[in-house]
């Protein structure tokens, strides 16, 4: 960890803001492996800025510019992001334990395996955003935008979502469990093997992929706008039970069987939704 005084960030940023204006004398800021620990960076404009591995716990950036930034294993614990651009940033296994970073712009930045636990990303816009495998449990995602992120194996476990756009959303197999998920939009996410047990699923609207039949028949399950569940395959559209006596009609016993572990697996997982919700309630 390399200390950098006052001065010399004065003078790193200086050079930084030529090299973004194309101006003489200008060079790229390289702060990797630096510590910065609570230094005050409010409003820096920082853009492509290597920054890799850096001490920024208990910084100040909050309205900073670091679109396109390698905040790669950077320690980001507790710190200040609100209103940040972080847009296409690589944020990949940096520790944002506890950070606030309300409003923030990290859509498309890579935020895989990251640190996230406890985090305040309140009305944060994180459309396609990578999320892989991420540590989200306990942080505040209410009203975020969460359109088209990947947050498969994601650990959103204790994760409040109330309100959040989820459409079109990779959740396979993120732990949700306990989350909740009150108002939020799930149009077309991708839930499959998705933990969900405890996990707070009132008014939340969409329609959920369950899985795929050996055919290729993709099976989801929809909230209608009735606040009723259906089962949505091809151009089939009706409840489990008139599911099941649809699949009487099958010719084939084993399509029949698998179809049927299928609408088992759907009425178990939203019925361990609905106990959830109710006793939540």
Do not use: P
Request: charged share 20%; with cysteine.
């Amino acid at each position: 960890m390399k200390e950098v005084s006052k001065e010399e960030l004065a003078i790193i940023l200086d050079k930084h803001a030529k090299y973004l204006n194309g101006g003489d004398g200008g060079e790229r800021a390289d702060l990797s492996y630096a510590n910065l620990s609570s230094a005050n960076l409010c409003y820096a404009d920082l853009s492509s800025a290597n920054l890799r591995s850096a001490n920024l716990s208990s910084a100040n950036l909050s309205s900073a510019n670091l679109r396109s930034a390698n905040l790669r294993s950077a320690n980001l614990r507790s710190a200040n992001l609100s209103s940040a651009n972080l847009r296409s940033a690589n944020l990949r296994s940096a520790n944002l334990s506890s950070a606030n970073l309300r409003s923030a712009n990290l859509s498309s930045a890579n935020l895989r395996s990251a640190n996230l636990r406890s985090a305040d990303l309140l009305s944060a816009n994180l459309r396609s955003a990578n999320l892989r495998s991420a540590n989200l449990s306990y942080a505040d995602l209410s009203y975020a935008n969460l359109r088209s992120a990947n947050l498969r194996s994601a650990n959103l476990s204790s994760a409040n979502l109330s309100s959040a756009n989820l459409r079109s959303a990779n959740l396979r197999s993120a732990n949700l469990r306990s989350a909740d998920l009150r108002s939020a939009n799930l149009r077309s996410a991708d839930l499959s093997s998705a933990e969900l047990r405890s996990a707070d699923l009132r008014s939340a609207t969409g329609q959920y992929f369950i899985t795929q039949r050996a055919d290729g028949h993709q099976f989801f399950l929809v909230l209608d706008e009735d606040g009723r569940w259906y089962i949505r395959a091809g151009c089939q559209y009706m409840s489990i039970e008139d599911y099941r006596k649809h699949t009487e009609s099958y010719g084939e016993e084993s399509k029949k069987t698998e179809t049927n572990l299928i609408l088992d697996f759907a009425e178990a997982k939203l019925n361990s939704a609905i106990k959830a919700s109710e006793k939540a309630a």
